[in-house]
Every structure is written in structure tokens, then in C-alpha cells.
């Protein structure tokens, strides 16, 4: 048994003596495989990372979410179309739709209003632009929003309109970056705030999704919903005959509360859009029990939503969760067809492979002879070129995982795109440069072992 192991033993000493002694052969040889190994590494990387960066994106637009957004028209040049609008009133989005959700959709698990918009708050003369967001409290269950420190909104405080926030980490970083922020008082807008709550700082990008109603949540300023309505705007205090002649654009606002009726005039975002926004809401967030209810809650919500706005259809019903999911199906396409493409480079590695073991064949014919003449059985010649081709696409294997790593790392640096290198994709790609040794080089040693030591030894 041991003289048997000991024999191909020595087979594989001799093709390890053999790559020594060519070192520069050997490297060449191996690039194919280096830079293949190195490539799948580096794109296996890339699909996970992009993975994994849209599962916290779920979790971060909220999963089994469905938000309603105003459509926002200047019906005084839209046509015959604005025409045709223009004739039927809708008050638009407005409390009174979220209490209609919520008392007639069986499905829905929570839902919270939304209305934001930017201005500049300011504490012990620092300003800092960020964008208020007047919710409820199953807002921050909606979006998986944790809490670092302080308490969400309680009953009190919502439904009587109290001056109290929660903020972002940003916000928290430049205004209490020494000081526990719980407690103190920040000024939004020319209204004092009291901090109850600090958020947990998100580093999910949302990019594309803002539009879609998925805010930057480390730049936030959160507060009741009702102090939002009570202190700051409430853009269903219109003049109806005003609202009913759209066409117009002339809206008059009004506030109340704490003898803080006003127009809203420090934000420039939230002034330009009074003249045409009629929506007491920005948006409405609905989140359903199950998943599988999205589809037919997002079809009962628009035609519900279609009988409430008077056959006016000035919102959109969108769900998050779907885009991201297409987006992942693309995601998914384009891995794919950059691994098929990395993975030709193994291929052409291993061809490359084959190519120069035919060729150290013919360059040592009376190698073969001689090591035949005196008892070397065809195995031994099998063992010997196959061993040969292995350990060369196995060395390169090795080199193109330390490869692969370092540019996951770089593209990472560089382009800004999360990778991850699993042990799954070191694994495949060590296993595939193996495999390529073998496949590639069973061909090169069979011929080898197949030649007549008496014409090998004659051979010049």
C-alpha cells in the first residue's frame, strides 16, 4: 500500500521539479487561469453585495408597503384633458382618506399619513437645511426605523399636536454632538421642538426611491402628524370655491393653534407648491398583513381612492417592494451574464492549459522513453503530465482568489458598489480552476502515456 502511494509519489515530485525548472512556462501558463479565477471571484462578489444591499433596502422602504402619492397638475395648461378635471373637484389626498383605509381595507396591518417639507433649523445660531416630516407613530414601524436612544410619539402627544420631534443621526451629529440631545430644543422653521427621540443612523443607499416616497432618513426631523396640521401647514384650509376653480392657481392658506395662524413662507420648496398642491397630505404609507395581499389591497385601494376624489385621479398607488424586486431581477440577468464572461476566461485558461502540456509532450518525448525503458508504466506518464497540469491550475487558483479579493475590494473603493466575498464563491472558483487542471490535461497525458518508448528514445 505504501509502496503504491509512494510511486505516484514520486510521479508527482517529478512534475513539481518539472514547473521549477520552467518557471516563466509555468506562469504563463497559469495567467489564463489567474485572471479567470480572479474575474468569477470578483463578479460573484458584485452579485452579492448588490443582493444583499437590496434586502436592506426592503427592509428599509418597508415590506408589504404601499405608498398613495399626490398627483400634483397644473390644470391651467392641460389641456382638454385639465379641462375635463378641471369641471370635477377633489379635495385630494387628506386625513379623511387615511380613516377611510383604515376602517374599510380588512388587510391593512398599519398605516400612517405624511406630509415634509424642507427648511433650515436652528440651535445656538447653527443652521442646518433638513426636511420636516409630520407622521404617525406606525410610521417608524413601517420603514423599520429603531430608536438609539429617547421614545417614539405617545397618544398625548399625537393626537393633541404637541412641539415635540424625533431626529435623524445627522441631525443629532451636528446640533448634539456633545450633549445627549433628550431633552433639549431645536428650532424648525421659527418653532421650538423638544428631542424625545434619536434615530438609528442608516447607511442603506436609496437612491432612484425618493421620488417614490422614501426619505433620507438621517436628515430628518420627525413630529406628530397633528403638529405638523396645528403649527405649521394644512393645505386643506382652502377656499373651496378657490380650490373648485383650480385653473386659477390662487389658494389661500390658513393655521390655527396657539395663535400661530400663518401661511407657510419659510420653506421656498413648500411655497412655490401652494399655489398648485390642494393635498392636505404628501402621502399615505399602507402596509398590508401578507404579502401575497398587495395586489389585490393596491386594486381595491385605487378604485376606492378613484369613488373618494370624484372620478379624479390625482394620486398614484405605488409598491416599493415590487421595484426593488424587478430591480433585482436585473440585477440578477447582469450577474449572470458577467460570471458566463468571466468564465469564459477559465475556459481560454484551460484551452491554454492543454495547448502547452501538448507541447512540453513533443519537447520531451525521450523524457517519456527513458523514464518507460526502465519500468515506468503507462499510469506513472498519466500521473506525472496530469499532476502537471493540476498543480499549475491550482497555483493559479490560488493567486487568482488573493487576486479576485483585492479587486472586489477596489471596485468597492472605487465605484462606490457594495461586494461581498462569501466562502461559496471561493469555493466554486478553486473547485472550477481544479477541475479545468484535470479536464484540460487528462488529454496531454494519455497521449504522453501512449508513446512507444523505442520510438521515443530514437526520437530527436
Known amino acids: 500500500m505504501f509502496k503504491f502511494i509512494f510511486r505516484y509519489f514520486h510521479d508527482i515530485e517529478i512534475a513539481v521539479e518539472s514547473i521549477i525548472s520552467n518557471k516563466l512556462k509555468s506562469m504563463l501558463t497559469a495567467l489564463g487561469i489567474i485572471f479567470g479565477v ?23 422602504v418597508g415590506v408589504n408597503n404601499i405608498l398613495i402619492n399626490p398627483i400634483v397638475q397644473d390644470q391651467s395648461s ?9 369641471k370635477k373637484f377633489s379635495r385630494g389626498l387628506s386625513m379623511l382618506d387615511v380613516e377611510a383605509i383604515n376602517e374599510t381595507l380588512p388587510s391593512v396591518k398599519r398605516i400612517s399619513p405624511e406630509i415634509s417639507f424642507n427648511s433650515t433649523a436652528v440651535m445656538n445660531g447653527v ?3 433638513a426636511k420636516l416630516v409630520g407622521v404617525s407613530n406606525d410610521y417608524f414601524h413601517l420603514y423599520n426605523l429603531p430608536l438609539v436612544s429617547g421614545a417614539f410619539f405617545n397618544s398625548y402627544q399625537e393626537e393633541n399636536g404637541i412641539q415635540v420631534c424625533i431626529i435623524g443621526a445627522n441631525i443629532r451629529a ?36 425618493e421620488e417614490k416616497g422614501v426619505n433620507v432618513y438621517n436628515d430628518n426631523i420627525y413630529i406628530p402628524i397633528q403638529t405638523m396640521l396645528l403649527r ?11 380650490a373648485s376653480e383650480a385653473s386659477s392657481n390662487v389658494f389661500v392658506m390658513g393655521g390655527f393653534g396657539g395663535g400661530m395662524g400663518r401661511v407657510l413662507s419659510g420653506s421656498s420648496d413648500a411655497g412655490s407648491d401652494l399655489e398648485t ?12 398583513n401578507e404579502t401575497e395581499q398587495i395586489t389585490p389591497s393596491t386594486e381595491i385601494l385605487s378604485r376606492m381612492m378613484i369613488r373618494r376624489h370624484s372620478n379624479v385621479k390625482d394620486f398614484e398607488i405605488t409598491v416599493p417592494e415590487l421595484l426593488l424586486k424587478q430591480q433585482q431581477r436585473t ?21 491554454g492549459i492543454m495547448n502547452i502540456m501538448f507541447a512540453s509532450v513533443m519537447e520531451r518525448i525521450k523524457e517519456i ?18 499532476s502537471e497540469a493540476v498543480l499549475i491550475s491550482v497555483s493559479g487558483g490560488f493567486v487568482g482568489i488573493f487576486l479576485g479579493v483585492i479587486m472586489a475590494k477596489i471596485i468597492e473603493q472605487v465605484a462606490g458598489i457594495m461586494t461581498i466575498v462569501s466562502f461559496f464563491s471561493v469555493f466554486i472558483a478553486f473547485g472550477v480552476s481544479a477541475a479545468v487542471g484535470v479536464v484540460f490535461g487528462y488529454s496531454p497525458a494519455k497521449r504522453a502515456s501512449e508513446k512507444d518508448p523505442i520510438e521515443s528514445l530514437r526520437y530527436e
Not at 45 to 56: C, D, L, N, R
Not at 179 to 208: A, E, R
Not at 277 to 288: A, E, G
Open 369 to 386: 522513453g527513458t523514464r518507460m525503458a526502465i519500468g515506468a508504466k503507462k499510469m506513472d506518464i498519466v500521473v506525472q503530465f496530469l
Open 277 to 288: 398642491n390642494y393635498n392636505q397630505l404628501d402621502r399615505i404609507v399602507v402596509q398590508v
Open 331 to 351: 440585477k440578477d440577468i447582469f450577474n449572470i451574464v458577467l460570471g458566463a464572461i468571466a468564465s469564459i476566461s477559465l475556459v481560454v485558461g484551460g484551452i
Open 127 to 129: 443652521k442646518y437645511t
Open 78 to 86: 392641460g389641456g382638454e384633458e385639465g379641462e375635463k378635471q378641471a
Open 232 to 242: 405649521y401647514q394644512n393645505r386643506a384650509l382652502v377656499n373651496t370655491k378657490l
Open 38 to 60: 480572479a474575474a468569477v471571484i470578483a463578479m460573484l462578489a458584485i452579485g452579492k453585495g448588490a443582493k444583499q444591499e437590496i434586502m436592506e433596502q426592503m427592509k428599509m
Open 174 to 209: 451636528k446640533f448634539f454632538s456633545k450633549v445627549d440631545p433628550i431633552g433639549q430644543y431645536i428650532k424648525f422653521n421659527g418653532i421650538w421642538l423638544k428631542v424625545i427621540g434619536v434615530l438609528q443612523k442608516t447607511t442603506v443607499s436609496l437612491t432612484g426611491f
